[in-house]
């Protein structure tokens, strides 16, 4: 039991897809969602079990947790039926389970990186999240509307702004495993934030095309972005803001671990988190001109949004 909530992070990684599994079998029809979304996640899980194997000297253990993993995604894809769940109550069950989540992750924290660990990964991370999210209704990029429970007056649900902090914990977590596999990429700063970044990345491609269906509704994007490059219905700026969200404030914080003996000041993170937001801000725009042009969907909704706030 003591090995089960040691990695509980890495758990929570593939049951969060479960959830959204579930969403999906309960009111998306067959053929507009495909539960083979599960090889995302499922990826950076393997990666992590056979490390954690390896360390045992357990030749099967990263049998059996993987085994487990893919006999739940099997047993969800086929004996859950459509279920007559309203979309308010599948939100319901999306906020209750996740706050549930947030709180074991951040007991999860304490425990094994104590009281540091819980300044940076549920204070300040959260912080990033809360400015993040908003940032992106704010600017009309997308909206989250009909959820229960939110803090006013900012615009995003207190469970997705929470949801950053916790897909970040996880990241990192389970990048601290990884990072020990004798690859060099791994060893560097870089090839550190990368890899977080497309940890979390992989997640969030597993999740968003359930949470961006007009059967879920968790979100609606704005209707200038139908005509950008998408993925299974959710467009493509929201991948190339999520890695870069993501690796920036990854970069930050790396160096931080690294050198927080001599820094021994959070204020420095607050400072990093900012610069990350701003950072991110930059290579989505860059990466979105590249892709679609200065007069695409993502700088036309920028310009307007930007015109109306000034």
């Known amino acids: 039991m003591g090995n089960i909530w040691k990695n509980f992070p890495v758990w929570f990684y593939v049951i969060s897809f479960y959830f959204f599994q579930f969403y999906a079998k309960t009111r998306i029809p067959e053929n507009e969602y495909s ?64 706050f549930i989540f947030w709180i074991l992750l951040f007991i999860h924290a304490f425990k094994f990186y104590g009281k540091e660990g819980v300044i940076e990964f549920f204070i300040i991370t959260l912080l990033y999240g809360f400015s993040l999210e908003n940032s992106g209704i704010i600017l009309n990029f997308f909206f989250e509307k009909n959820f229960h429970i939110y803090i006013p007056p900012l615009r995003a649900p207190l469970v997705t702004m929470i949801g950053w902090s916790a897909v970040f914990y996880t990241s990192y977590f389970m990048f601290e495993k990884i990072r020990k596999i004798n690859f060099a990429p791994f060893k560097t700063l870089t090839g550190g934030a990368f890899t977080i970044s497309l940890i979390a990345l992989f997640w969030d491609m597993s999740i968003d ?38 690796f920036f404030y ?14 021994r000041r959070y204020w420095i993170l607050i400072l990093y988190a900012i610069l990350a937001q701003f950072l991110a801000g930059a290579g989505v725009f860059l990466t979105m001109a590249l892709i679609e042009g200065f007069n695409g969907p993502s ?3 920028l310009r307007e949004s930007l015109k109306n706030l000034l």
């Open 250 to 263: 990854a970069l930050f914080f790396l160096h931080y671990q690294k050198r927080k003996k001599s820094l």
């Open 209 to 246: 095309p359930v949470a961006s269906s007009p059967h879920i509704q968790f979100w609606q994007w704005n209707h200038l972005l139908k005509n950008e490059l998408q993925f299974m219905g959710v467009p493509i700026i929201n991948f190339v803001s999520w890695f870069y969200a993501v």
């Open 35 to 98: 539960s083979a979304l599960f090889i995302f996640p499922l990826a950076f899980f393997v990666l992590y079990i056979m490390k954690e194997g390896k360390d045992r000297n357990d030749k099967y253990y990263p049998l059996i947790n993987i085994l487990i993993a893919l006999i739940i995604w099997g047993l969800i894809e086929k004996l859950v039926p459509p279920l007559p769940l309203t979309i308010s109550e599948i939100k319901w069950i999306y906020e209750i389970s996740n």
């Open 299 to 301: 700088w036309k909704i």
